[in-house]
Structure formats: structure tokens, C-alpha cells
């Protein structure tokens, strides 16, 4: 089968004719969103039902809040976004989030690991717009709005800010490897 990119559904894949995939990798991290992993679960429902059988899929999600300099700007738009109690603010990640998701969706782990993921922007404006791009600050910018985001964003990105001007936080993230039974 013919490597497939896919911005939608896992549904938009299908076709008549089209051979069982071998490969599924979700880039979709969860352990950023309070429920994120339910989506991840139905979004990863619909694509086994494309894959054959020993397919291997990878999932990925945040690691341990203390190895992401990024969790530390997260937690700007749960404490924004405070007033609402907003189901969809900022979590930390947990150790099995995506075991659990893996094993909701009956697939049978093969391996582990971590892997640094430093998100690295030209300028502040730059990181700005690419984390409010993510959609973990809607429920902050909700409760308050874009314009107070936009600072409160810009002043937690400071400590990451090199002295040429670009912002720079080392992350972590965790994978899982799986396979489809």
C-alpha cells in the first residue's frame, strides 16, 4: 500500500480496492488536554479497522511534565482558562496514558521508549503563534481573551528565549509501539 498523509478522518483513507495498511503512526500527543485520550481512542478505532492484522502502530503523547519546558507555558492556559473549569484545559501527561489508549483499543504493546523533541521558533512572535495554533489555549482565550493570552503566552515563553532572539525549550516525549492482534 502506498504511503498515505492524512489530515481527517481515518474513514477519508478507505477506498474500493485499498489493500489493509501496514503502518499507522498517530501524531496526535495526548497528555496536553483533559480527555484527549477518549479522541485518540475513537480517532484510532476508525484507523485499525483500515490495517491488517501484525500492523505496527505508533502513538506518541508528552512525557514526564519535569522533562518538557513546555509544560510550564501549558499550565498559562489552565490557569487562564481556570474560571471555566474547561474539560479541554491543560493536563500534565501521565506514565500510561498511552498504554491506555493502546490497550482500550485492543492492541498488544511491543515496545517503549522516549525521544527529545525540543520545539524551537525563530523569535517570541514565532512561538507565540505556534503554540495558540495547537489549540490548548482556546479554552484560555474563552475565559478571557486573545490579547491577554497573547501577553500572559509572551511572558512565560521569556525564560526560553536565547540571547539571539530565538526561543528554545527541550522537550521529552514518550512512544509507544504496538501491533495491531
Not at 56 to 65: F, R, S
Not at 113 to 131: H, Q
Request: charged share 25%.
Amino acid at each position: 500500500t502506498a504511503p498515505v498523509l492524512l489530515d481527517g478522518p481515518p474513514a477519508d483513507a478507505a477506498g474500493p480496492g485499498t489493500a489493509p495498511y501496514t503502518l499507522v503512526t498517530v501524531f496526535e500527543p495526548i497528555g496536553s488536554l483533559a480527555g484527549d485520550s477518549e479522541g485518540l481512542g475513537e480517532l484510532l478505532a476508525g484507523a485499525l479497522a483500515l490495517a491488517a492484522r501484525g500492523t505496527t502502530v505508533v502513538l506518541a503523547g508528552w512525557g514526564p511534565p519535569e522533562r518538557c519546558a513546555t509544560s510550564g507555558v501549558l499550565r498559562v492556559a489552565t490557569r487562564l482558562a481556570d474560571p471555566l473549569r474547561s474539560a479541554r484545559s491543560w493536563r500534565p501527561a501521565r506514565r500510561d496514558d498511552l498504554e491506555e489508549v493502546a490497550g482500550r483499543a485492543g492492541l498488544k504493546p511491543d515496545g517503549s521508549g522516549r525521544v527529545s523533541c525540543p520545539f524551537g521558533y525563530a523569535d517570541t512572535d514565532s512561538a507565540v503563534r505556534g503554540l495558540l495554533s495547537t489549540g490548548l489555549f482556546d479554552a484560555a482565550i474563552a475565559a478571557t481573551d486573545a490579547k491577554q493570552v497573547d501577553k500572559e503566552l509572551t511572558e512565560a515563553l521569556h525564560r526560553h528565549r536565547r540571547p539571539d532572539g530565538t526561543v528554545w525549550m527541550p522537550n521529552v516525549f514518550r512512544y509507544l509501539i504496538a501491533r495491531v492482534p
